[in-house]
């Protein structure tokens, strides 16, 4: 009796099509799902923007401390003083590693930077608009390198 109640259950799972289970020998059909996952060379590629940064020009720094999978920089500016972003994010276009940084604090309402990381330099270039004057600069970065 034991063996033809295991028959009849086993009948009703292979037969019933709603069974979770993969089935060796069923005839069943799955469906791929598809997963969408971070290609590592992304984070990687932010990687490369944390540390001290500073323009030759006038002894600005920006500080990126981390970044995040989706380009969110944790970043500051010191001027001499230290000020926040009131944004800043890092972006990839192809095999290029772009940043984005908006002031928003004392005198700088809404003024910009727009850079590109140059591997062969090591040095983030780009524009800086000055809101409050309405006037762009060509400026570049260059990493401060640790002392050893």
Same mark, same amino acid.
């Given at each position: 009796?034991k063996? =033809? +109640?295991?028959?009849?259950l =086993? #009948? &009703?799972?292979l037969g019933?099509?709603?069974?979770?289970?993969p089935?060796?020998? #069923? /005839?069943?059909? @799955?469906? #791929?799902?598809?997963v !969408?996952?971070?290609a590592?060379?992304? $984070?990687?590629?932010f +990687?490369?923007?944390?540390?001290?940064?500073v323009?030759? %020009?006038?002894?600005y720094r920006?500080?990126?401390?981390?970044v995040?999978a989706?380009?969110r920089?944790?970043a500051a500016?010191?001027n001499? =003083?230290?000020l926040p972003f009131? !944004?800043?994010? +890092?972006s990839? %276009?192809? %095999?290029t590693?772009?940043?984005?940084l908006?002031?928003?604090?004392g005198?700088? /309402?809404? =003024?910009?930077y727009?850079?590109?990381?140059e591997? +062969?330099t %090591? $040095? &983030?270039r780009?524009v800086?608009? @000055?809101? $409050?004057a @309405?006037? @762009?600069?060509?400026?570049?970065f260059?990493? $401060?390198?640790s002392?050893?």
């Amino acid at each position: 009796m034991k063996i =033809s +109640a295991l028959r009849i259950l =086993s #009948a &009703l799972v292979l037969g019933c099509g709603i069974c979770a289970w993969p089935v060796i020998g #069923a /005839n069943t059909t @799955q469906e #791929a799902t598809e997963v !969408k996952v971070e290609a590592p060379s992304t $984070v990687s590629a932010f +990687a490369i923007l944390v540390g001290q940064w500073v323009r030759p %020009d006038g002894g600005y720094r920006i500080t990126i401390r981390g970044v995040d999978a989706d380009g969110r920089l944790d970043a500051a500016y010191a001027n001499p =003083s230290p000020l926040p972003f009131a !944004k800043a994010q +890092a972006s990839r %276009d192809s %095999d290029t590693v772009k940043v984005f940084l908006e002031l928003r604090a004392g005198g700088y /309402n809404g =003024s910009t930077y727009n850079l590109t990381y140059e591997a +062969a330099t %090591d $040095v &983030l270039r780009g524009v800086y608009f @000055q809101a $409050v004057a @309405q006037q @762009q600069f060509n400026v570049y970065f260059e990493r $401060v390198k640790s002392a050893k």
